[in-house]
């Protein structure tokens, strides 16, 4: 029984066609060494039977074109290429029988695709019973009565071959898109991570994930930057953090020395001063804050970085101290010592201290009559002290000068100066002068 249906665009030609002979053989007589087989059939001399000819070997070019050559019991068909032919098991041998043969044609009560059993019909299963044609790249679906030839997801149906899809030229992915076959995964730029959907991509905060940053970490789209605490910058690496020394910066991060620590720096004074603020330097008064060792009969003097004991009575011979004026420091050589004739009548004692290397000129004292009378004409001169010319005097008026500091000095040294006022009188004739002993402390810094 023959009968043809088509399944999706696939032709399918059943072909049933089985040769019965009669079940016993017939040995060819005695003598006989060649026996006539039907047609379509060779003598098999080994197995003593009649067996098919298999055309779609033994014929070249047996169908043309694009027909297909399919072989069945005694001959062969030449079908479209899609189309499928099932046959009925192959007999293992035909019986050979005197001509004529009796020949009785296998008939089905069930259509094709279907089996009978009992007493009805069942679908027949061609693909686990492998009666399909479907090509490699193909599975093999079974339908009821047929089957059909369909492609894995991610494959489509190119002639008769199914090819993979390229999914990644749909942009499906966010980022990037690596086909696979029958498939294609999505994948993140660093710095992200795939989202629930397998599509997105969602920023990743390598800050909580261990982020390699030594100090601080700043979460950003797609990346992290490290930044570092006050006082350190970030290495080369970008992760690192590493000291800044502020003190090689400048000499004057602080008035004194510069000392550098971990991310910080201080300042340090000398001995004698005091931190003012976190960069100056201010002296200490020893004298005021009752941290001299001056003795009795001693007057503490603070200077730059220190204190001098000096006695409370400076007045030596011809001087005498005048007891009117003990809080000025006046000595006073009296007119009745023959002695004093040439020197000063009065010697005041000052005191006062400057920084080293200091910018000159500078004005650094200024001194001033405390009397004026009418007609005295008043000159000031240096009198004693300035062995290499440090100093000099500019008069700014009758009464009053300032004493400059020409040539820049380096301490510690001290410099005791006679600065002297000589009064004059010429319409009486009439000529003094006073002294006013002034010691200068250079300290041994520049502030």
């Given at each position: 029984?023959?009968?043809?249906?088509?399944?999706?665009?696939l032709?399918?030609?059943?072909v049933?066609?089985s040769?019965?002979?009669h079940?016993k053989?017939?040995?060819?007589?005695?003598g006989?060494?060649?026996m006539?087989c039907?047609?379509?059939?060779?003598?098999?001399?080994?197995?003593?039977h009649?067996?098919?000819i298999?055309e779609?070997?033994?014929i070249?070019?047996?169908?043309q074109?694009?027909?297909?050559?399919?072989?069945h019991?005694g001959?062969?068909?030449?079908?479209?290429?899609?189309?499928?032919?099932?046959?009925?098991p192959?007999?293992?041998?035909?019986?050979v029988?005197?001509?004529?043969?009796e020949?009785?044609?296998?008939?089905?009560?069930?259509p094709?695709?279907?089996?009978?059993?009992?007493?009805?019909?069942?679908d027949?299963?061609?693909?686990?019973?492998?009666?399909?044609?479907c090509?490699?790249s193909?599975?093999c679906?079974?339908?009821?009565?047929?089957?059909?030839?369909q492609c894995?997801?991610g494959?489509s149906k190119?002639?008769?071959?199914?090819?993979?899809?390229?999914e990644c030229?749909?942009?499906?992915?966010q980022?990037?898109c690596?086909?696979?076959?029958?498939?294609?995964?999505?994948?993140?730029?660093?710095?992200?991570q795939?989202?629930?959907?397998n599509h997105?991509?969602?920023?990743?905060?390598?800050?909580?994930?261990?982020?390699?940053?030594q100090?601080?970490c700043?979460?950003t789209?797609?990346?992290?930057l490290c930044?570092?605490?006050?006082?350190?910058?970030?290495?080369?690496d970008?992760?690192s953090?590493?000291?800044?020394d502020?003190?090689?910066y400048?000499s004057?991060?602080?008035?004194?020395q510069?000392?550098n620590?971990?991310g910080?720096?201080s300042?340090?004074?000398?001995?004698g001063y005091?931190?003012?603020?976190?960069r100056?330097c201010?002296?200490v008064?020893?004298?005021?804050?009752?941290?001299?060792?001056?003795?009795?009969?001693q007057?503490?003097?603070n200077?730059?970085?220190g204190?001098?004991?000096?006695?409370s009575n400076?007045?030596r011979e011809?001087?005498?101290?005048?007891?009117?004026?003990l809080s000025?420091?006046r000595?006073?050589?009296?007119v009745i010592?023959p002695?004093?004739?040439?020197?000063?009548?009065?010697?005041?004692?000052?005191?006062?201290s400057?920084?080293?290397?200091r910018?000159?000129?500078?004005d650094i004292?200024q001194?001033?009559?405390?009397r004026?009378?009418?007609?005295v004409?008043?000159t000031?001169?240096?009198?004693?002290g300035?062995?290499?010319?440090?100093?000099?005097?500019?008069?700014?008026?009758?009464?009053?000068?300032?004493l400059?500091?020409?040539?820049?000095?380096?301490?510690?040294i001290?410099?005791?100066?006679?600065?002297?006022m000589?009064?004059?009188?010429?319409?009486?004739?009439?000529?003094?002068s006073?002294?006013l002993?002034?010691?200068?402390f250079?300290?041994?810094y520049?502030?």
């Amino acid at each position: 029984m023959c009968s043809m249906r088509r399944t999706f665009v696939l032709l399918c030609v059943c072909v049933s066609l089985s040769l019965f002979h009669h079940t016993k053989s017939q040995s060819p007589p005695e003598g006989d060494s060649l026996m006539e087989c039907t047609d379509g059939y060779e003598w098999d001399v080994e197995s003593q039977h009649c067996k098919d000819i298999n055309e779609c070997q033994t014929i070249v070019e047996a169908c043309q074109g694009e027909m297909k050559c399919f072989n069945h019991y005694g001959g062969y068909l030449c079908l479209p290429r899609s189309a499928s032919v099932i046959t009925a098991p192959e007999p293992s041998s035909q019986s050979v029988a005197i001509l004529p043969m009796e020949s009785i044609e296998a008939f089905s009560p069930c259509p094709v695709g279907y089996d009978a059993q009992g007493e009805g019909c069942v679908d027949m299963d061609e693909c686990v019973l492998d009666l399909h044609d479907c090509q490699p790249s193909q599975q093999c679906v079974n339908t009821v009565g047929t089957y059909s030839c369909q492609c894995p997801d991610g494959y489509s149906k190119i002639g008769i071959e199914c090819v993979d899809i390229d999914e990644c030229r749909y942009r499906y992915c966010q980022h990037r898109c690596v086909n696979v076959p029958g498939s294609f995964s999505c994948e993140c730029e660093p710095g992200f991570q795939l989202a629930g959907n397998n599509h997105s991509c969602v920023d990743v905060n390598e800050c909580e994930m261990g982020a390699p940053c030594q100090q601080k970490c700043y979460n950003t789209y797609g990346t992290f930057l490290c930044r570092c605490e006050p006082g350190y910058e970030l290495g080369p690496d970008g992760h690192s953090c590493n000291d800044v020394d502020e003190c090689s910066y400048s000499s004057y991060m602080c008035q004194f020395q510069c000392v550098n620590d971990p991310g910080r720096f201080s300042c340090i004074c000398p001995e004698g001063y005091q931190l003012q603020g976190t960069r100056l330097c201010q002296d200490v008064n020893e004298c005021e804050t009752d941290k001299d060792q001056c003795g009795e009969g001693q007057t503490c003097i603070n200077i730059h970085g220190g204190y001098q004991c000096t006695d409370s009575n400076l007045c030596r011979e011809p001087y005498v101290l005048t007891r009117a004026l003990l809080s000025d420091n006046r000595c006073v050589c009296p007119v009745i010592k023959p002695e004093c004739r040439d020197l000063p009548f009065s010697i005041v004692h000052r005191y006062m201290s400057i920084t080293s290397e200091r910018s000159v000129p500078s004005d650094i004292f200024q001194i001033q009559a405390t009397r004026v009378y009418p007609g005295v004409y008043n000159t000031f001169r240096i009198r004693s002290g300035d062995h290499n010319g440090e100093f000099y005097i500019r008069q700014m008026n009758n009464i009053s000068a300032v004493l400059v500091l020409a040539r820049a000095v380096t301490g510690p040294i001290e410099y005791t100066l006679d600065l002297e006022m000589v009064s004059v009188n010429p319409l009486i004739s009439y000529q003094t002068s006073s002294a006013l002993r002034l010691s200068v402390f250079v300290g041994p810094y520049t502030f």
